[in-house]
């Protein structure tokens, strides 16, 4: 089992935009679907973005609709997050996660990548 591999996270002004990328490989490729959540520091992980693999179907947090986008590269198993207008409360470790119809928690979870919005 190889879990996702994110990266783009990094250090961005308020206003900025960042790019998360995620590599699904091996049993996680052709997944169901892909998503992003985070976890900011003392809080609980919520849902950010998905998309299901076949159809393309994107779906978004209230919070992040109208600033974030997901896409795919099929070819590539890869999954982005384009994040646009950022805020300190997007401050968070992104997690991609690979679900293969049993359910995010029962998804392949990556590693995480941090974002730090701050000026």
């Known amino acids: 089992q ?6 783009g996270g990094g250090l ?12 699904a490989s091996g049993r996680t490729a052709n997944p169901n679907a892909m998503g992003w959540f985070r976890q900011a520091p003392g809080k609980e992980r919520e849902f950010v973005a998905s998309m299901f693999w076949g159809d393309g179907s994107e779906y978004y947090a209230d919070s992040v609709k109208g600033r974030f986008t997901i896409s795919r590269d099929i070819a590539k198993n890869t999954a982005y997050l384009q994040m646009d207008h950022l805020q300190p409360n997007d401050t968070a470790a992104y997690y991609c996660v690979v679900e293969k119809g049993t359910g995010w928690s029962r998804g392949d979870w990556g590693q995480g990548t ?3 919005v701050s000026s």
């Open 2 to 7: 190889v879990p996702p591999v994110e990266s």
């Open 12 to 23: 961005v002004h308020p206003g900025g935009s960042l790019r998360l990328s995620c590599a």
């Open 114 to 116: 941090q974002v730090n």
